[in-house]
């Protein structure tokens, strides 16, 4: 059976969740290329959703919070975003407790556990020290 457009337009594109800025300026510019056209098909108008719903997921998940966040703040605000939920930080701090701890601010996170976390969010350390 032979490929619709979109299907074609799909293939040629190679649209995937974007995990690095390289991904993210390729599929930027094809959503701007599909932007800038005076008229665009169905099958175009289509992929250019698939590709903003791509670039609305990787900008949500590596957006930061406010100017003056402290970590705790930071943490939160990147759990949240990231759909993780505070269980999945018990590799990183080891009990219950000391995620709600750091969570709200009532424990320092070590230099070990931000490198850590930055790992898991894709971040700078910096942002929990």
């Known amino acids: 059976m032979p490929a619709t457009v979109y299907e074609r337009l799909l293939a040629a594109t190679k649209p995937a969740r974007i995990e690095d800025d390289e991904q993210y300026d390729s599929i930027r510019s094809r959503f701007g290329d599909l932007l800038g056209r005076r008229r665009r098909t169905v099958a175009e108008d289509k992929l250019m959703d698939l590709l903003g719903v791509l670039i ?32 999945d930080l018990l590799p990183i701090f080891g009990q219950r407790s000391h995620v709600n701890e ?23 350390a910096g942002l929990f020290i």
């Open 102 to 124: 750091a969570l709200n601010g009532r424990r320092k996170i070590s230099a070990e556990q931000a490198h850590r976390l930055a790992k898991m969010f894709s971040v700078q």
């Open 56 to 87: 609305e997921d990787y900008d949500r998940r590596h957006s930061l919070p406010p100017d003056g966040a402290g970590p705790a703040e930071r943490l939160r605000f990147l759990l949240e975003h990231s759909r993780k939920r505070p269980a």
